[in-house]
């Protein structure tokens, strides 16, 4: 059995059991073999942009003997994709803004179970998901490599959502401060956000362009620091 490090795994978690998933951007395809083989999904398609990661995730596909229930696709994003036959739609490891790019092209995706990774830009993604009528369910934090990351859970219900700015940071990590198997994970997520924002707001401090702008990010640390003490 593909064992997935603990970003996957999260994503993974997030899969609707017994339906059908797509996984954009899916590189080596570890997840729709894990997905397929586990029995969490009947069917899935392993989409990249790119020919030399799909050889790979063909290569691991046939190795675990799954080429009838995995489908293989070079494509750009959710392009050309039958979307009818599908429940679910991963997009793991890209920039949360190309996921919202991708997103945006197949817009409304009413009906879909999305699960999204963003290796970078999460504000911007999460702000994005609220502005054009996702609702994000709930979000896991993972550890992969030495860092932390959060895994997003959402669903398209038309509905336009306020995005505050510390939302648009945190999300729903901060709910996960007291699970017994996330909490010190969602503590990490916190800690390491806060840091790099007190790193901003000490370098615009410093810097002559925007000196007023550090009281932003200066501000957005104290309230995270103030979630991550309500924990105790
Ligand atoms: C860092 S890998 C992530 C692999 C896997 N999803 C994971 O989370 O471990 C990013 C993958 O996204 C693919 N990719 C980048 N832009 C893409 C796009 N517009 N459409 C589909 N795949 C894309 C790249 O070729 C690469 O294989």
Not at 132 to 157: C, H, M, S, W
Request: glycine share 10%.
């Amino acid at each position: 059995m593909t064992m997935l490090d603990g970003r996957l795994q999260a994503a993974a978690d997030f899969v609707t059991p017994g339906g059908a998933a797509v996984d954009v951007g899916t590189d080596h395809g570890y997840l729709p073999v894990y997905l397929v083989e586990s029995g969490r999904v009947k069917r899935a398609l392993a989409a990249d942009i790119n020919s030399q990661p799909l050889e790979s995730a063909r290569k691991n596909i046939a190795e675990a003997g799954l080429e009838d229930q995995i489908g293989v696709l070079q494509t750009d994003g959710l392009d050309g994709i039958d979307l009818e036959q599908f429940t679910d739609v991963i997009l793991a490891g890209m920039g949360g803004m190309l996921i919202a790019e991708i997103l945006e092209r197949r817009m409304p995706l009413d009906g879909f179970n999305l699960i999204l990774q963003p290796m970078t830009q999460a504000p911007f993604l999460r702000r994005w998901l609220c502005e054009k009528g996702f609702q994000i369910l709930a979000e896991t934090p993972a550890q992969a490599a030495g860092k932390v990351y959060a895994i997003i859970n959402a669903r398209y219900d038309g509905q336009m959502r306020e995005c505050s700015e510390l939302f648009a940071h945190v999300g729903k990590i901060p709910e996960k401060l007291r699970d017994p198997e996330k909490g010190t994970e969602a503590l990490l997520y916190l800690r390491t956000l806060r840091h790099k924002l007190e790193i901003i707001a000490l370098g615009m401090s410093q810097s002559e362009r925007d000196p007023g702008g550090a009281d932003r990010y200066r501000q957005l640390a104290e309230q995270i620091q103030k979630i991550e003490e309500g924990r105790e």
